[in-house]
Structure formats: structure tokens, C-alpha cells
Nanobody
Framework: QVQLVESGGGLVQAGGSLRLSCAASGRTFSDYAMGWFRQAPGKEREFVASITWSGKSTWYADSLKGRFTISRDNAKNTAYVQMNSLKPEDTAVYYC????????????????WGQGTQVTVSS
């Protein structure tokens, strides 16, 4: 099993930036593809971005391309998502997730999840 803990959420004004971190423990971090998802109140969880175990390939939700950047540091067992030009509609709980094998944009493919971190963007 792998345990995931997100951090870095908070309150930010529209146009601002945040960097979320996802610290992993329990298994070899580089064995896992990582994903970020988010869930806004009253909405279904949606895909944000994912990254392969090596970090060489990434995948973004079309609506977030250019504003969000996913990365990972396997030496630190940590994945990140840099979020720029934030908008009020980015307000959500953000979750990181891990899966063995290839990266995916479907939350059903991820076996391990963090507890989430709240991001609130004020207008």
C-alpha cells in the first residue's frame, strides 16, 4: 500500500497561484503513476492532471492546460501541481491519487487516495 498526504491548499485571490504537494510513503514511489483530481461542492470529482512514474509524460484536462503543471520528484517521494491564474471556479477539494501502471484520467483507475486539500479562490 501507499499512503498519500496532500498539502498546500488555502485561500487565494483570483489570478493568484498555489502549489499543491502530495507526499507518498509506504511503497516505492517511482512504481506509481500519479494523478490529481478535484471535487467542487455539488459536483462530481473531475480529472486535473496525471504523470507517469518517470515524470516524462503528463496529461491534463483540456480546460486546465496552460494554467496547471504537474510534476514529481521521485527522490523526495512527492508529486506536485502548480496552479497559476486561479479562478473562482477552481475552488474545490483537490486530491492526489496513485496507481500502478500507466497514467490515467479516470479516478476509477486509481487505487490509492489522499485525504484532500481545500483550495478556495476568491473573486
Amino acid at each position: 500500500q501507499v499512503q498519500l498526504v496532500e498539502s498546500g491548499g488555502g485561500l487565494v485571490q483570483a489570478g493568484g497561484s498555489l502549489r499543491l504537494s502530495c507526499a507518498a510513503s509506504g511503497r516505492t514511489f517511482s512504481d506509481y503513476a500519479m494523478g490529481w483530481f478535484r471535487q467542487a461542492p455539488g459536483k462530481e470529482r473531475e480529472f486535473v492532471a496525471s504523470i507517469t512514474w518517470s515524470g516524462k509524460s503528463t496529461w491534463y484536462a483540456d480546460s486546465l492546460k496552460g494554467r496547471f503543471t504537474i510534476s514529481r520528484d521521485n527522490a523526495k517521494n512527492t508529486a506536485y501541481v502548480q496552479m497559476n491564474s486561479l479562478k473562482p471556479e477552481d475552488t474545490a477539494v483537490y486530491y492526489c491519487a496513485a496507481r500502478r501502471g500507466f497514467y490515467s484520467n479516470s479516478d476509477r483507475d486509481y487505487a490509492y487516495w489522499g485525504q484532500g486539500t481545500q483550495v478556495t479562490v476568491s473573486s
